[in-house]
Nanobody, 121 residues
Framework: HVQLVESGGDLAQPGGALRLSCAAS????????MGWFRQAPGKEREGVAV???????TYADSVKGRFTISKDSGKNTLYLQMNSLKPEDTAMYYC????????????????WGQGTQVTVS
């Protein structure tokens, strides 16, 4: 069965950096669209960045130029490098996967991890 396990969340200072990882198993990682999504307390979940099977990427405007999504198909792992962190980046970050590229439309993604907390303060 599909498993997605996030790690790397932590407390960071404004202007700092973190790298999130998502270890995937149970499906053909290289052929799936993978994404990072986040949810702050009291707010709706939102798309952060996605990377499809071709390696094409899409970013939310709020993170463009600061965050970079990448994947290592040999390790079945998805990454999110987060630089120049801001307090508004504080949220639970989720990894998601789907056979199809739904862009940042989080409701369309079928498979989800449990999340990793990022706090910028």
């Amino acid at each position: 069965h599909v498993q997605l396990v996030e790690s790397g969340g932590d407390l960071a200072q404004p202007g700092g950096a973190l790298r999130l990882s998502c270890a995937a198993s149970g499906f053909t990682f290289s052929s799936y669209c993978m994404g990072w999504f986040r949810q702050a307390p009291g707010k709706e979940r939102e798309g952060v960045a996605v990377i499809d099977s071709n390696g094409d990427t899409t970013y939310a405007d709020s993170v463009k130029g600061r965050f970079t999504i990448s994947k290592d198909s040999g390790k079945n792992t998805l990454y999110l490098q987060m630089n120049s962190l801001k307090p508004e980046d504080t949220a639970m970050y989720y990894c998601a996967a789907d056979e199809y590229n739904h862009g940042l439309a989080w409701r369309q993604y079928q498979h989800w991890g449990q999340g990793t907390q990022v706090t910028v303060s």
